[in-house]
Nanobody, 124 residues
Framework: QVQLVESGGGLVQAGGSLRLSCAASGRTFSNYAMGWFRQAPGKEREFVARINRLGYGRNYADSVKGRFTISRDNSKNTMYLQMNSLKPEDTAVYYC?????????????????WGQGTQVTVSS
């Protein structure tokens, strides 16, 4: 089992920045590729970014590319999402997730463990 806890969400004006954190406990954090997803009201949960086990491979959704940066510190069992130039359409609950053994990096079915989510609200 891996327990994941997100933090760092909040209310920010358009153009502002937030840094989300995902603290992991349980099994060895560095054994897992990790991802960030988000879910806006009335919409399906969607992929935001993913990072491999050692932090060298990163991929982003087109909608956040150039504005968001995913990173991890395996010595602290923590993953981060730096979000800059935020837009109202970034408003959602953001979830961190630990990769499972099957499925795709870019869909929820590829992830085995999930945090409870943190709300990000961007005002215009």
């Amino acid at each position: 089992q891996v327990q994941l806890v997100e933090s760092g969400g909040g209310l920010v004006q358009a153009g502002g920045s937030l840094r989300l954190s995902c603290a992991a406990s349980g099994r060895t954090f560095s054994n897992y590729a990790m991802g960030w997803f988000r879910q806006a009201p009335g919409k399906e949960r969607e992929f935001v970014a993913r990072i491999n086990r050692l932090g060298y491979g990163r991929n982003y959704a087109d909608s956040v590319k150039g504005r968001f940066t995913i990173s991890r510190d395996n010595s602290k069992n923590t993953m981060y999402l730096q979000m800059n130039s935020l837009k109202p359409e970034d408003t959602a609950v953001y979830y961190c997730a630990a990769r499972g053994l099957s499925g795709s990096d870019y869909y929820t079915s590829g992830y085995e463990y999930w945090g409870q989510g943190t709300q990000v609200t961007v005002s215009s």
